[in-house]
């Protein structure tokens, strides 16, 4: 089964950008659609960005559309994502996490097979 651990996060201010990375000790992540996902205090997990396994194909939350991009590096086994023009409704914990999904299901908004610890996001105004 395949290990997910996140990096890159931390405090910035609203503007600011970040690079989150999510690399796996075990397995092979071009094998998974991968999803990011995050989770604020107090609030339901909510898929922020996936990208399909063996392919370039991405979905975006509306949320993020225009502010971050999910990307692969096949030869890292890692997949990151980049935050642009972050915001304080931003702050959570990221995660990512293998899905049966990408792109995402309206049938299943919490498609996660395997996560991560998490990297915490936070974003003063």
Known sequence: Q???V???GGVVQAGATLRLSCTAS???LDDYNMVWFRQAPGKEREQVSCIR????RTDYANF???RFTISRD???NTVYLQMDNLKPEDTAVYHCAT???CPFSKDYPQPFHTWGQGT???VSS
Not at 53 to 56: G, Q, R, S, T
Request: no cysteine.
């Open 99 to 101: 899905s049966a999904f």
């Open 74 to 76: 096949n030869a890292m």
């Open 6 to 8: 996140e990096s890159g």
């Open 64 to 66: 993020v559309k225009g």
């Open 120 to 122: 915490q996001v936070t």
């Open 2 to 4: 395949v290990q997910l």
């Open 53 to 56: 396994e063996k392919d370039v």
């Open 26 to 28: 075990e397995g092979n």
